[in-house]
Every structure is written in C-alpha cells, then in structure tokens.
Nanobody, 115 residues
Framework: VQLVESGGGLVQPGGSLRLSCACS????????MSWHRQAPGKERELVAL????????NYTDSVKGRFTISRDNAKNTVYLQMNSLKPEDTAVYYC?????????WGQGTQVTVSS
C-alpha cells in the first residue's frame, strides 16, 4: 500500500490549494479515505472523510464550508480542495486508508498559510 500526497505549499490567507493523494497497492474503489492534519505541537486531527463511492462526506467543524473532499476512482486519487484558507490551517496534511484494521498513511504535505 502506498499513499503519496502532493499539492501543499505557501499561500496567503484567503487563498486556495488543492491537495492530491495518489494511491496504489490496494483496490482503491473499495475503501473510504480520509484527510488528517497535524500542526506543530498539536495532535493529528481528522479533517475530512469520504466513503468508497464518494456519496458520503464528513468534515470537522472548523473546515465546513471551506474544504471539499472528493475522489476519482478511475485515477485512484483522493483530493482535498481548500478555500478561504486561514493561518490556523497551517499543518502537515496526510491522507489515510484503513485496510484490514490497519491504518496506512502517506508521508504528508506541508501547508503554510501566511502573509
């Protein structure tokens, strides 16, 4: 199982970024996926999750209305569109899949929101 995030970077407050997580080594269309983030000195937190088909999506309260999780099962990729970014969104963002009761993580991508 391999998860590879990309799309992070430095953005000004109010800006947008789209993160991607390219997946391999498992049947992507069978599994729900999630995005998490970890800010310096804080615990890793769940940001958004999406079920296997994309029909069910949930978000943590702090990103509702600003972030959108989506997936393309033909490309084995899950996305996180982040709009109206705030300095408090600064963190390393990770995608995750739980498969056979084991959590697989990507290496993370840094998102920094600063003027």
């Amino acid at each position: 199982v391999q998860l590879v995030e990309s799309g992070g970077g430095l953005v000004q407050p109010g800006g947008s970024l789209r993160l991607s997580c390219a997946c391999s080594g498992f049947t992507f269309s069978y599994y729900g996926m999630s995005w998490h983030r970890q800010a310096p000195g804080k615990e890793r937190e769940l940001v958004a999750l999406i079920n296997y088909s994309g029909g069910i999506r949930n978000y943590t309260d702090s990103v509702k209305g600003r972030f959108t999780i989506s997936r393309d099962n033909a490309k084995n990729t899950v996305y996180l569109q982040m709009n109206s970014l705030k300095p408090e969104d600064t963190a390393v963002y990770y995608c995750k899949v739980r498969r056979q009761n084991y959590d697989y993580w990507g290496q993370g991508t840094q998102v920094t929101v600063s003027s």
